[in-house]
């Protein structure tokens, strides 16, 4: 039962339609943990690894955040920055990265509006929830690529592994 329903609702996201790769990211100003406004473009010139997930301290969404966590250093190497967006409020979000040892940013969405902006919504159970998706961002504020329907296990690596080639084209 749990699996047709989980089936749905990422079919649901990737009916959606997400900004194109090599379009310009839509810009966008949300909250973060600790109260401050964080906008894309104050990332200008910067790789940016802007993943969505749908609900604070879930098992799948701790898994996500903390192999991204896991990975920060290899990321900070790099030069990019990692944004994790949900429709949770930013208390949320502070509790979530103090419990879990959290370091980078997450993003309060609460209205759901900059996750529609990115395709990035699904339905559960009657709410709005950010869909598991994820866009990298290249320097120049557009998108160089797109994963839908994360895993999260395996998605930090893949990212990681991505960006590297990005990088060297």
């Known amino acids: 039962m749990v699996s047709f ?11 959606q339609t997400q900004p194109a790769a090599g379009t310009a990211a839509p810009d966008f100003s949300l909250s973060t943990s600790d109260g401050s406004q964080v906008s894309l473009k104050d990332f200008k010139g910067k790789w940016v690894v802007l993943y969505f997930y749908p609900k604070d301290m879930t098992s799948g969404c701790t898994m996500e955040a903390k192999n991204f966590q896991r990975d920060l250093a290899q990321y900070d190497k790099t030069g990019a920055v990692i944004l994790g967006v949900s429709v949770d409020s930013a208390d949320s979000h502070k509790e ?10 997450l993003l309060a969405d609460p209205g759901g509006k900059v996750s529609a902006q990115y395709g990035s919504t699904m339905d559960y159970k ?10 990298l961002i290249n320097p120049d504020g557009k998108i160089a690529k797109i994963y839908t329907g994360v895993k999260p296990a395996e998605h930090s690596e893949q990212v990681l592994k991505d960006l590297a080639e990005l990088k060297k084209s």
């Open 126 to 135: 009657g709410t709005t929830m950010a869909a598991r998706n994820t866009f």
């Open 96 to 105: 979530f990265c103090t419990k879990e040892g959290l370091t980078f940013k």
């Open 5 to 15: 329903a989980t089936l749905g609702l990422m079919q649901g996201a990737d009916t």
